[in-house]
Protein backbone atom coordinates (compact mmCIF):
# COMPACT_ATOMS: atom_id res chain seq x y z
CA UNK A 1 0.00 0.00 0.00
CA UNK A 2 2.50 2.36 0.89
CA UNK A 3 4.28 2.15 -2.07
CA UNK A 4 1.49 2.87 -4.23
CA UNK A 5 0.74 6.55 -2.43
CA UNK A 6 2.57 9.42 -3.48
CA UNK A 7 5.10 10.60 -0.47
CA UNK A 8 3.29 13.50 0.66
CA UNK A 9 0.31 11.42 1.55
CA UNK A 10 1.75 9.89 4.39
CA UNK A 11 2.50 13.10 6.13
CA UNK A 12 -0.96 12.45 8.22
CA UNK A 13 0.43 9.15 8.94
CA UNK A 14 3.64 10.46 10.52
CA UNK A 15 1.73 13.56 12.45
CA UNK A 16 -0.50 11.04 13.84
CA UNK A 17 2.04 8.97 14.64
CA UNK A 18 3.91 11.55 16.42
CA UNK A 19 0.91 12.72 18.31
CA UNK A 20 0.62 9.16 19.59
CA UNK A 21 -1.98 7.58 17.14
CA UNK A 22 -1.05 3.80 17.76
CA UNK A 23 1.23 5.06 20.72
CA UNK A 24 -0.44 6.46 23.70
CA UNK A 25 1.31 9.08 24.59
CA UNK A 26 0.93 8.87 28.50
CA UNK A 27 1.60 6.48 31.82
CA UNK A 28 1.40 3.62 29.42
CA UNK A 29 2.79 3.61 25.45
CA UNK A 30 0.73 0.95 23.73
CA UNK A 31 2.29 0.07 19.89
CA UNK A 32 1.29 -1.76 17.34
CA UNK A 33 1.61 -5.26 17.90
CA UNK A 34 2.16 -5.02 21.13
CA UNK A 35 -0.02 -7.24 24.00
CA UNK A 36 -3.00 -6.13 26.02
CA UNK A 37 -3.78 -8.69 28.88
CA UNK A 38 -6.66 -8.35 31.75
CA UNK A 39 -5.93 -10.18 34.70
CA UNK A 40 -8.37 -10.95 37.35
CA UNK A 41 -6.08 -10.25 40.15
CA UNK A 42 -6.90 -12.79 43.46
CA UNK A 43 -8.24 -12.18 46.95
CA UNK A 44 -5.20 -13.12 48.94
CA UNK A 45 -2.82 -11.78 49.48
CA UNK A 46 -4.65 -9.42 47.63
CA UNK A 47 -3.83 -8.27 43.99
CA UNK A 48 -6.46 -5.99 42.49
CA UNK A 49 -7.58 -6.99 39.06
CA UNK A 50 -5.65 -4.87 36.25
CA UNK A 51 -5.31 -4.45 32.04
CA UNK A 52 -1.36 -5.22 31.29
CA UNK A 53 0.59 -4.52 28.44
CA UNK A 54 3.27 -6.79 27.22
CA UNK A 55 6.06 -5.80 24.68
CA UNK A 56 5.42 -8.64 22.30
CA UNK A 57 9.66 -8.63 21.89
CA UNK A 58 11.00 -8.69 25.93
CA UNK A 59 7.73 -9.84 27.35
CA UNK A 60 8.12 -6.82 29.50
CA UNK A 61 5.17 -6.02 31.60
CA UNK A 62 3.40 -2.65 32.57
CA UNK A 63 0.03 -2.13 34.25
CA UNK A 64 -2.41 -0.15 31.84
CA UNK A 65 -5.06 0.49 34.62
CA UNK A 66 -5.78 -1.76 37.41
CA UNK A 67 -8.84 -1.78 40.47
CA UNK A 68 -10.87 1.29 40.45
CA UNK A 69 -14.34 -0.39 38.46
CA UNK A 70 -12.50 -3.59 37.59
CA UNK A 71 -13.52 -6.55 39.90
CA UNK A 72 -14.38 -9.51 37.99
CA UNK A 73 -12.85 -9.31 34.55
CA UNK A 74 -13.72 -11.36 32.07
CA UNK A 75 -12.60 -10.85 28.07
CA UNK A 76 -10.65 -7.87 26.43
CA UNK A 77 -10.55 -6.10 22.85
CA UNK A 78 -9.36 -2.87 21.37
CA UNK A 79 -11.03 -0.11 19.38
CA UNK A 80 -9.24 1.33 16.64
CA UNK A 81 -9.12 4.30 18.57
CA UNK A 82 -6.75 3.17 20.54
CA UNK A 83 -9.29 2.62 23.69
CA UNK A 84 -9.68 -0.64 25.42
CA UNK A 85 -12.60 -2.67 26.29
CA UNK A 86 -13.13 -4.76 29.41
CA UNK A 87 -15.87 -7.01 29.97
CA UNK A 88 -16.54 -7.36 34.13
CA UNK A 89 -18.90 -9.75 35.10
CA UNK A 90 -18.41 -7.73 38.76
CA UNK A 91 -18.82 -4.15 37.29
CA UNK A 92 -21.59 -1.35 37.84
CA UNK A 93 -22.41 -2.43 41.65
CA UNK A 94 -22.31 -6.04 40.88
CA UNK A 95 -25.01 -5.77 37.52
CA UNK A 96 -22.26 -6.37 35.11
CA UNK A 97 -20.37 -3.40 32.31
CA UNK A 98 -18.26 -2.97 29.53
CA UNK A 99 -15.47 -0.82 30.39
CA UNK A 100 -13.54 1.69 28.40
CA UNK A 101 -9.84 2.30 29.54
CA UNK A 102 -7.45 4.61 28.27
CA UNK A 103 -4.22 3.61 28.30
CA UNK A 104 -2.69 7.19 28.65
CA UNK A 105 -3.53 7.96 31.53
CA UNK A 106 -5.59 4.39 33.15
CA UNK A 107 -8.44 6.36 33.35
CA UNK A 108 -11.80 3.91 33.53
CA UNK A 109 -15.48 4.38 32.53
CA UNK A 110 -18.25 2.26 32.48
CA UNK A 111 -19.68 2.65 28.44
CA UNK A 112 -22.33 -0.08 29.08
CA UNK A 113 -24.11 -1.69 31.92
CA UNK A 114 -26.72 -3.46 33.47
CA UNK A 115 -26.29 -7.14 32.74
CA UNK A 116 -26.74 -10.59 34.31
CA UNK A 117 -23.55 -11.67 33.58
CA UNK A 118 -21.61 -10.54 30.98
CA UNK A 119 -18.27 -12.41 29.58
CA UNK A 120 -17.58 -12.13 26.05
CA UNK A 121 -16.15 -9.70 24.37
CA UNK A 122 -15.38 -8.48 20.40
CA UNK A 123 -14.95 -5.91 18.31
CA UNK A 124 -16.21 -6.99 14.58
CA UNK A 125 -13.32 -6.01 12.18
CA UNK A 126 -13.79 -2.89 9.59
CA UNK A 127 -16.89 -1.89 11.09
CA UNK A 128 -16.24 -1.82 14.68
CA UNK A 129 -19.13 -3.05 16.16
CA UNK A 130 -18.89 -4.56 19.42
CA UNK A 131 -20.69 -7.38 20.65
CA UNK A 132 -20.99 -9.52 24.52
CA UNK A 133 -22.15 -12.42 25.55
CA UNK A 134 -24.78 -12.63 28.93
CA UNK A 135 -24.72 -16.01 30.30
CA UNK A 136 -27.55 -15.40 32.28
CA UNK A 137 -29.67 -13.93 29.08
CA UNK A 138 -28.53 -16.74 26.70
CA UNK A 139 -27.86 -13.71 24.76
CA UNK A 140 -25.36 -12.09 22.47
CA UNK A 141 -25.79 -8.19 22.61
CA UNK A 142 -24.33 -5.66 20.53
CA UNK A 143 -23.30 -2.08 22.15
CA UNK A 144 -23.41 1.14 20.60
CA UNK A 145 -19.54 2.50 20.91
CA UNK A 146 -21.20 5.73 20.92
CA UNK A 147 -24.12 6.01 23.75
CA UNK A 148 -23.54 2.34 25.24
CA UNK A 149 -26.93 1.25 24.66
CA UNK A 150 -27.07 -2.48 24.16
CA UNK A 151 -29.60 -4.74 21.81
CA UNK A 152 -30.48 -7.96 21.43
CA UNK A 153 -28.60 -10.01 18.40
CA UNK A 154 -29.65 -13.27 19.31
CA UNK A 155 -30.87 -15.56 22.77
CA UNK A 156 -32.27 -18.70 23.42
CA UNK A 157 -32.24 -21.57 20.88
CA UNK A 158 -28.89 -23.23 20.48
CA UNK A 159 -27.53 -20.88 22.84
CA UNK A 160 -27.51 -22.17 27.23
CA UNK A 161 -24.86 -20.03 28.86
CA UNK A 162 -22.60 -18.10 26.30
CA UNK A 163 -19.31 -17.68 27.25
CA UNK A 164 -16.53 -16.65 24.96
CA UNK A 165 -17.33 -14.88 20.91
CA UNK A 166 -15.26 -13.65 18.63
CA UNK A 167 -15.93 -11.68 15.45
CA UNK A 168 -14.47 -13.40 12.01
CA UNK A 169 -13.70 -11.72 9.01
CA UNK A 170 -16.41 -13.36 7.18
CA UNK A 171 -19.11 -11.06 9.18
CA UNK A 172 -20.63 -13.79 11.54
CA UNK A 173 -20.01 -13.96 14.94
CA UNK A 174 -19.32 -17.42 16.88
CA UNK A 175 -19.66 -18.56 20.34
CA UNK A 176 -18.68 -20.91 22.79
CA UNK A 177 -21.35 -22.32 24.43
CA UNK A 178 -22.17 -24.56 27.81
CA UNK A 179 -25.07 -26.69 28.41
CA UNK A 180 -24.90 -25.59 32.27
CA UNK A 181 -23.57 -22.71 34.49
CA UNK A 182 -20.94 -24.81 35.55
CA UNK A 183 -20.19 -26.75 32.72
CA UNK A 184 -17.08 -25.63 30.76
CA UNK A 185 -17.95 -24.66 27.18
CA UNK A 186 -18.17 -27.96 24.81
CA UNK A 187 -19.82 -26.55 21.59
CA UNK A 188 -19.43 -23.67 18.72
CA UNK A 189 -22.75 -21.56 17.53
CA UNK A 190 -22.49 -19.33 14.37
CA UNK A 191 -24.47 -16.49 14.11
CA UNK A 192 -25.57 -13.65 11.82
CA UNK A 193 -25.28 -10.12 13.24
CA UNK A 194 -27.66 -8.98 10.98
CA UNK A 195 -30.21 -11.41 11.39
CA UNK A 196 -29.56 -13.33 14.60
CA UNK A 197 -30.03 -16.82 12.66
CA UNK A 198 -28.26 -19.33 14.55
CA UNK A 199 -26.64 -22.64 13.64
CA UNK A 200 -24.62 -25.21 15.16
CA UNK A 201 -20.89 -24.79 13.60
CA UNK A 202 -19.09 -27.25 15.70
CA UNK A 203 -19.41 -29.96 19.18
CA UNK A 204 -17.58 -32.42 21.15
CA UNK A 205 -14.49 -30.02 22.27
CA UNK A 206 -14.14 -30.92 26.09
CA UNK A 207 -13.33 -26.92 27.34
CA UNK A 208 -13.55 -24.44 25.13
CA UNK A 209 -12.17 -21.31 27.11
CA UNK A 210 -11.66 -19.15 24.18
CA UNK A 211 -11.94 -18.19 20.47
CA UNK A 212 -9.94 -16.11 18.00
CA UNK A 213 -10.66 -15.84 14.43
CA UNK A 214 -8.45 -15.28 10.87
CA UNK A 215 -9.56 -15.55 7.32
CA UNK A 216 -11.20 -19.17 7.16
CA UNK A 217 -10.20 -20.33 10.15
CA UNK A 218 -11.67 -20.64 14.13
CA UNK A 219 -9.00 -20.46 16.75
CA UNK A 220 -10.00 -22.58 20.35
CA UNK A 221 -8.17 -22.69 23.22
CA UNK A 222 -8.96 -25.76 24.74
CA UNK A 223 -7.96 -25.40 28.72
CA UNK A 224 -8.71 -28.77 30.17
CA UNK A 225 -6.98 -30.43 26.35
CA UNK A 226 -4.39 -28.44 27.26
CA UNK A 227 -4.37 -27.64 23.62
CA UNK A 228 -4.89 -25.28 20.96
CA UNK A 229 -7.19 -26.63 18.03
CA UNK A 230 -7.70 -24.62 14.20
CA UNK A 231 -11.82 -25.61 13.02
CA UNK A 232 -11.94 -25.14 9.01
CA UNK A 233 -15.06 -22.09 9.14
CA UNK A 234 -16.49 -23.40 5.34
CA UNK A 235 -16.34 -27.35 6.74
CA UNK A 236 -16.15 -27.30 10.52
CA UNK A 237 -13.43 -29.88 10.91
CA UNK A 238 -10.87 -29.48 13.37
CA UNK A 239 -7.36 -30.52 13.44
CA UNK A 240 -4.73 -29.89 16.33
CA UNK A 241 -2.14 -26.93 16.16
CA UNK A 242 -0.56 -27.85 19.65
CA UNK A 243 -0.98 -29.12 23.25
CA UNK A 244 0.99 -30.04 26.09
CA UNK A 245 4.30 -28.58 26.95
CA UNK A 246 3.99 -24.87 27.78
CA UNK A 247 0.16 -25.09 27.41
CA UNK A 248 -0.95 -25.66 31.15
CA UNK A 249 -4.87 -24.89 31.14
CA UNK A 250 -4.53 -22.20 28.22
CA UNK A 251 -7.94 -20.18 28.66
CA UNK A 252 -7.45 -17.48 26.00
CA UNK A 253 -5.98 -16.74 22.77
CA UNK A 254 -5.98 -14.12 20.05
CA UNK A 255 -3.98 -13.87 16.78
CA UNK A 256 -1.10 -11.84 16.53
CA UNK A 257 0.58 -10.51 12.88
CA UNK A 258 3.06 -13.68 11.26
CA UNK A 259 1.43 -16.67 11.66
CA UNK A 260 1.32 -16.67 15.18
CA UNK A 261 -1.12 -17.33 18.24
CA UNK A 262 -0.72 -15.31 21.90
CA UNK A 263 -2.47 -17.56 24.45
CA UNK A 264 -3.17 -16.88 27.39
CA UNK A 265 -1.93 -19.90 30.18
CA UNK A 266 -3.29 -19.95 33.76
CA UNK A 267 -0.84 -22.68 34.65
CA UNK A 268 -1.70 -24.99 37.39
CA UNK A 269 0.17 -23.57 40.69
CA UNK A 270 3.26 -25.46 39.99
CA UNK A 271 3.94 -23.61 36.95
CA UNK A 272 3.34 -20.03 36.34
CA UNK A 273 0.57 -17.96 34.41
CA UNK A 274 2.40 -17.24 31.13
CA UNK A 275 1.39 -15.66 27.89
CA UNK A 276 2.66 -18.52 25.36
CA UNK A 277 3.08 -17.68 21.68
CA UNK A 278 1.96 -20.77 19.60
CA UNK A 279 3.05 -20.97 15.71
CA UNK A 280 0.18 -21.48 13.67
CA UNK A 281 1.79 -23.33 11.23
CA UNK A 282 4.31 -25.96 13.13
CA UNK A 283 3.04 -26.16 16.87
CA UNK A 284 5.95 -24.49 18.22
CA UNK A 285 5.76 -22.80 21.41
CA UNK A 286 7.56 -20.02 23.46
CA UNK A 287 6.96 -18.28 26.45
CA UNK A 288 6.58 -14.42 25.59
CA UNK A 289 6.19 -13.61 29.36
CA UNK A 290 5.17 -15.54 32.88
CA UNK A 291 4.74 -14.51 36.34
CA UNK A 292 5.24 -10.77 37.39
CA UNK A 293 1.91 -9.23 37.03
CA UNK A 294 0.18 -12.43 35.52
CA UNK A 295 -1.76 -14.08 37.97
CA UNK A 296 -5.35 -15.57 36.19
CA UNK A 297 -5.11 -14.03 32.89
CA UNK A 298 -8.67 -13.91 31.28
CA UNK A 299 -7.79 -12.34 27.99
CA UNK A 300 -5.51 -11.02 25.73
CA UNK A 301 -5.38 -8.86 22.73
CA UNK A 302 -3.18 -7.25 19.83
CA UNK A 303 -2.62 -3.58 19.59
CA UNK A 304 -4.07 -3.21 15.80
CA UNK A 305 -1.68 -1.60 13.06
CA UNK A 306 -3.58 1.19 11.27
CA UNK A 307 -5.28 -0.07 8.15
CA UNK A 308 -5.07 1.10 4.50
CA UNK A 309 -7.99 3.10 4.65
CA UNK A 310 -6.24 5.33 7.31
CA UNK A 311 -3.27 6.24 4.79
CA UNK A 312 -5.98 6.61 2.21
CA UNK A 313 -7.92 9.28 4.49
CA UNK A 314 -4.68 11.52 5.36
CA UNK A 315 -3.74 11.10 1.28
CA UNK A 316 -7.59 12.98 0.61
CA UNK A 317 -7.30 15.28 3.48
CA UNK A 318 -3.87 16.34 2.62
CA UNK A 319 -4.78 17.09 -0.97
CA UNK A 320 -7.80 18.91 -0.18
CA UNK A 321 -5.56 20.97 1.92
CA UNK A 322 -3.05 22.03 -0.75
CA UNK A 323 -5.76 22.77 -3.37
CA UNK A 324 -7.12 25.13 -0.44
CA UNK A 325 -4.09 26.45 -0.12
CA UNK A 326 -3.31 27.11 -3.51
CA UNK A 327 -6.77 29.05 -3.90
CA UNK A 328 -5.85 31.27 -1.55
Known sequence: MLN???WICLLPLALLIFAGFGRSAGAVTLQDGDLVVVDAGRVAPPVAPSVIRIDPVTGAQEVVSSGGLLVAPAAIAIEATGMVLVSDSGAATGQGAVLRIDPTDGAQTVLSGSYQALLGLTIAPGSGAIFVTDTMQAAVLRVDPSTGTPSP??????????????AAPNGLLYVADSSSAGSAASSVVQIDPLTGAQ???????PSVGGLAASPGTLWLADATGHSILREDISTAT???VSSGGDLVFPFALAVEYGGRLAVADWGDGAVEPAIVRVNRTNGGQSIVSHGGYLIE??????VPEP?????MLGCV????????????
Open 4 to 6: RLP
Open 153 to 166: VSSGTLLHFPRAIT
Open 199 to 205: SAFSSGS
Open 238 to 240: SSP
Open 297 to 302: PWGVAV
Open 307 to 311: SDWIL
Open 317 to 328: ATLSWLRRSRAS
